[in-house]
Every structure is written in C-alpha cells, then in structure tokens.
C-alpha cells in the first residue's frame, strides 16, 4: 500500500467578482474544498486569508474588479492566490494592533502564513500566502498517530491478514478519491458488529465516535512555521 499517494489534490481556481458580497461564498468554497482534501484543521485560517486577500483587492483596486482564486499545494503546504488586473497596486503591511484600519488584513495573512507576496504578472499581479500543514507528502495524509493506527490496521487487512476475508475482494469503485475506502468502510463496519455482538449501544458508539473525530479534525496542532 502507497501511503504517499492516498490522495491527488489537484489545483483549482474559481474567477469571481471582487465585492463584498462575494466574500462568505468565495468561504464556503475553500471549506468544501479543504474538507475533500482532508484538510478540515486549516479551514479557519484559509478562509481568514481569503478574506484578507480579497478585501486587499475591494479596498486597493476597487469593488467590481474582476479577479481570480487559485489554490494548490506547494510541497506541504497549502498556496492561495489572488489574481486582480492591476499591478500597480500592492498590499500594505502594517501593524496589526495599530489604530489605522489599512493593512491590517495583510498583518494578519502575514501572522497565519509562513510566507506571503506579491508576484507581478505582466497586466496583473498575483497576491499569494502559503499555510503550513500536517502533511507527510504533498498527496500523502495528515501526520497524526490516529492516522498512522489506521494505516497500519488498513495495512494488515488489505495483506489478507485478517480471518474470513479473502485478499482481493475489495475492488475498485468508481467515485471514491482513496483506493483504500470499501476497505475502510468494511473495517469500520465490523467494529460496529463486534460492538452489538458485545451488548453495546452502536448509536451511542457512532455518536461517541463523530465527536471525537469532529474535536481530532479540528484541533489546531503546533507546527513550527518556515519560511524555506
């Protein structure tokens, strides 16, 4: 089993119009996005910058710019860019706790990122921050040792290991982005029969089991920020 390529996060970019209104769904993209790529940690920050990198463009270009998201993975980390036409109009850092209302968007992308910039692009610019991850691999999974227990007991089922399963009858479904998920899914489906078998409530168990995955997900953990 390749745990380096359990999953392919193909870049993405959605045009849109810079305004107000547009902020909340440009959001609830990211989100969506982040959360297909197993990424759910990240989603506050993300959405932070995305905000911030989109006000920059409403307050310095101005409201009705047409302008562009892009977002991708460089190494470990996740990349966010903003595409507007003018290359004459840079973002201002300033500091963050000051009294002027400018530039604190981008004092606050330069807090969450482990690097941000400007790059200029002919008739455009691109205005872009990186986030640090988990990642063991830019396609690989999140470093946490839940994740590694699931590896290594996805690992002994799918070698044949486990008792009245045969190898090979995991076969590949269509729609699913891990190879691994029907055996995922078995796994799980037997640790719910072990549970009812054992007198155990499987509901309460279920219930049990999304919050502490919900609380695991969302967890913000430490990771040494770099600028290399």
């Known amino acids: 089993m390749d745990h380096e390529t359990c999953m392919t996060r193909k870049p993405w970019d959605l045009a849109f119009t ?3 209104a547009e902020v909340a769904g440009l959001r609830r993209v990211m989100r969506l996005h982040l959360g297909l790529w197993g990424l759910h940690d990240l989603t506050d920050d993300a959405e ?3 905000s911030e990198l989109v006000s920059n463009v409403i307050t310095h270009v101005g409201p009705g710019t047409p ?6 993975m460089n190494e470990v ?4 860019e903003v595409h507007d036409p003018d290359p004459r109009a840079l973002p201002t850092l300033l500091d963050a706790g000051g009294e002027s209302e400018g530039g604190r968007g981008m004092a606050l992308v330069d ?3 482990v690097r941000w910039g400007v790059l200029p692009d002919g008739d455009r610019k691109i205005t872009w921050c990186e986030l640090p991850t988990r990642l063991t691999s830019p396609n690989g999974h999140v470093d946490c040792p839940g994740v590694e227990r699931a ?3 996805l690992e ?3 070698a044949g290991s486990v008792p009245g399963r045969p190898p090979g009858r995991n076969r590949p479904s269509p729609r699913r982005r891990c190879p691994e998920e029907e055996s995922v899914i ?8 072990w549970l009812g078998t054992h007198g155990c409530d499987v509901d309460q168990a279920l219930d049990r089991a999304q919050s502490d995955y919900e609380a695991r997900s969302h967890a913000v953990v430490g990771s040494p920020r770099s600028g290399s």
């Open 77 to 80: 980390r996740l990349r966010i």
């Open 111 to 113: 807090a969450l990122a």
């Open 48 to 50: 932070l910058c995305v």
């Open 156 to 158: 002994f089922r799918c």
């Open 18 to 20: 810079a305004d107000p």
């Open 151 to 153: 590896e290594a007991l």
């Open 186 to 193: 078995s796994i799980i489906t037997d640790f719910l029969l």
């Open 67 to 72: 302008a562009t998201l892009a977002v991708s």
